[in-house]
C-alpha cells in the first residue's frame, strides 16, 4: 500500500531562519512520482514541485530546495531564510507511475508559521 | 493561460439541499480529478475522468454524491440531498495526460447547516 507521512504537523520559526519539512513514503512501485504543494492561507493548492524516482538529484529553485533519497524514502524540503509569506500549509504527495488509478496520496500536512 | 476555475467558491446552504459543484479545466488537459477536503480525512481523491468519462469512482463517499463532465471544458460534482457532513473544501484539478501533475483550482467551500 502506498502512504506518505509528514511527522511534523506544525513549525514555527521566525523569519530569516531556514527550515526543513520533512516527508517520508511508502510504496512497492519500483517507479513513482513525488510531489510538494503548498496551501496558504488562501486555501488554494499550489504545486511547487515533481520528482519522479529515476531522478535522484537534489533541486534548488531560488530559496526552496528538495532532497530525494530513495534509500531512506525520503523527499525533504527546505526553504532557506524563511519569508513571513512562506506560511502555509505544505503537502507532500506520491502517486505511482503506471497504477490502475491516478490518485495521489497526499500527508496529512505540515503547517509551516513564520514569525516576523 | 488561466487556470483550474471552480465556482462557486463559497456555499452555505441548508441541509437536504442539493448542492452543484462546477470546475473548469485547464483547456488541453484530458484528466479531471474532484478531490475533497477535510481536517478528518484530509485530502481524498473523489472521483477522475479522462475524456470526460469516469474512469474512477471508488472514492465517491455514497450515492448522494454524482459528477458528471458533459464536454471537456465542463464538470459537475452534485451532492443532493445535502448533509452537515458534507461541510468541506471540494477542489477540482486536472492534468495533461496520467503522468503530468495535477493542478488544482481554489477550491469551492462547503458548509452544510
Known amino acids: 500500500a502506498q502512504k506518505v507521512t509528514q511527522a511534523q504537523t506544525e513549525i514555527s520559526v521566525v523569519e530569516k531562519e531556514d527550515v526543513t519539512l520533512d516527508c517520508v513514503y511508502e510504496?512497492?512501485?519500483?517507479?513513482?512520482?513525488l510531489f510538494w504543494y503548498k496551501q496558504p492561507p488562501s486555501g488554494e493548492l499550489v504545486f511547487l514541485i515533481r520528482r519522479n524516482s529515476f531522478d535522484e538529484q537534489n533541486e534548488i529553485s531560488g530559496r526552496y530546495s528538495w532532497n530525494f533519497q530513495k534509500s531512506t524514502s525520503s523527499f525533504n524540503f527546505t526553504i532557506t531564510a524563511s519569508q513571513v509569506v512562506d506560511s502555509a500549509v505544505y503537502f507532500c504527495?506520491?502517486?505511482?507511475?503506471?497504477?490502475?488509478?491516478?490518485?495521489?496520496?497526499f500527508g496529512t500536512g505540515t503547517l509551516l508559521a513564520v514569525q516576523p | 493561460d488561466a487556470g483550474v476555475i471552480q465556482s462557486p467558491r463559497h456555499e452555505v446552504t441548508e441541509m437536504g439541499q442539493e448542492v452543484t459543484l462546477r470546475c473548469k479545466p485547464i483547456s488541453g488537459h484530458d484528466y479531471l480529478f474532484w478531490y475533497r477536503q477535510t481536517m478528518m480525512r484530509g485530502l481524498e481523491l473523489l472521483i477522475y475522468?479522462?475524456?470526460?468519462?469516469?474512469?474512477?469512482d471508488s472514492g465517491m463517499p455514497e450515492d448522494r454524491f454524482s459528477a458528471k463532465m458533459p464536454n471537456a471544458s465542463f464538470s459537475t460534482l452534485k451532492i443532493q440531498p445535502s448533509e452537515p457532513r458534507d461541510s468541506a473544501v471540494y477542489f477540482c484539478a486536472s492534468s495533461f495526460n496520467d503522468r503530468e501533475t495535477q493542478y488544482f483550482g481554489p477550491g469551492t467551500r462547503l458548509l452544510v447547516l
Open positions: 475522468f479522462n475524456n470526460n468519462v469516469p474512469i474512477d
Open positions: 504527495a506520491l502517486r505511482d507511475y503506471g497504477g490502475a488509478t491516478n490518485k495521489l496520496i
Open positions: 510504496t512497492r512501485d519500483t517507479t513513482y512520482y
